[in-house]
């Protein structure tokens, strides 16, 4: 079964960065991959997409993270750049691995555990 494991997170003051990693781990290469994503939730609130992008690389972004966020993938890796942090980016942070099925696995989408990011005024 894939299991993302993300990294990173933590508390920054509003205006700073933070860079997240999530690796895809399991009985997967990097062709099982359709695409990877960030998504985030907070308390009360559906999770929302924040970044996505395609085993071509073609990248998608939320309008309240454009020019903010960059995604980027390199192989089983998917890591986001986050810059000029707000306080209302302050969310758990998920990482999503949506995969073809193979032999070994069910083809669909697998979530990490979150990580939380808490950006302070």
């Known amino acids: 079964q894939v299991q993302p494991v993300e990294r990173g997170g933590g508390l920054v003051q509003a205006g700073g960065s933070l860079r997240l990693s999530c690796l895809a781990s399991?009985?997967?290469?990097?062709?099982?991959?359709?695409?990877m994503g960030w998504y985030r939730q907070v308390p009360g609130k559906q999770r929302e997409m924040v970044a996505h992008?395609?085993?071509?690389?073609i990248t998608d972004y939320a309008p309240f993270v454009k020019g903010r966020f960059t995604i980027s993938r390199d192989n089983l890796k998917v890591s986001i750049e986050m810059n000029d942090l707000k306080p209302e980016d302050t969310a758990v942070y998920y990482c999503?691995?949506?995969?073809?099925?193979?032999?070994?696995?069910?083809?669909?989408?697998?979530w990490g555990q979150g990580t939380q990011v808490t950006v302070s005024s």
């Open positions: 999503k691995v949506e995969a073809r099925s193979t032999p070994f696995q069910i083809g669909g989408d697998y």
């Open positions: 399991g009985r997967i290469s990097s062709i099982d991959i359709n695409a």
């Open positions: 992008i395609t085993r071509d690389g």
